[in-house]
């Protein structure tokens, strides 16, 4: 089992930046792929970016190519989504989770079996 803690969110202003963290506890990280998703009030949550367990591999929503990079430091047991060109649309509560699923970079929101508390984020127009 692994216990996820979202930090990092915040106001900023479009175009601006904001980098998110997600610490985990356990010794078990790098067993996991990980994922970032959001969920914007009166939507279903979204996937945003997975990685794979070793960091070798990534995979985007279209929406964010370009703008958003995710990675991962085993050694620290934890993950980070660097946010850049930030647009008023990404203003959500963005969460991490865990994946024990077999694909390289789950996409899917029933792949992923830990999730964080989530972290909101507001790009201002």
Request: proline share 2%; net charge positive; glycine share 12%.
């Given at each position: 089992?692994?216990?996820?803690?979202?930090?990092?969110?915040?106001?900023?202003?479009?175009?601006?930046?904001?980098?998110?963290?997600?610490?985990?506890?356990?010794?078990?990280?790098?067993?996991?792929?990980?994922?970032?998703?959001?969920?914007?009030?009166?939507?279903?949550?979204?996937?945003?970016?997975?990685?794979?367990?070793?960091?070798?591999?990534?995979?985007?929503?279209?929406?964010?190519?370009?703008?958003?990079?995710?990675?991962?430091?085993?050694?620290?047991?934890?993950?980070?989504?660097?946010?850049?060109?930030?647009?008023?649309?990404?203003?959500?509560?963005?969460?991490?989770?865990?994946?024990?699923?077999?694909?390289?970079?789950?996409?899917?929101?029933?792949?992923?079996?830990?999730?964080?508390?989530?972290?909101q984020v507001t790009v201002s127009s």
């Amino acid at each position: 089992q692994v216990q996820l803690v979202e930090s990092g969110g915040g106001l900023v202003q479009a175009g601006g930046s904001l980098r998110l963290s997600c610490a985990a506890s356990g010794r078990t990280f790098s067993s996991y792929a990980m994922g970032w998703f959001r969920q914007a009030p009166g939507k279903e949550r979204e996937f945003v970016a997975a990685i794979s367990r070793s960091g070798g591999s990534t995979y985007y929503v279209d929406s964010v190519k370009g703008r958003f990079t995710i990675s991962r430091d085993n050694a620290k047991n934890t993950a980070y989504l660097q946010m850049n060109s930030l647009k008023p649309e990404d203003t959500a509560v963005y969460y991490c989770a865990a994946s024990t699923k077999g694909a390289v970079t789950p996409s899917g929101l029933y792949d992923y079996r830990y999730w964080g508390q989530g972290t909101q984020v507001t790009v201002s127009s």
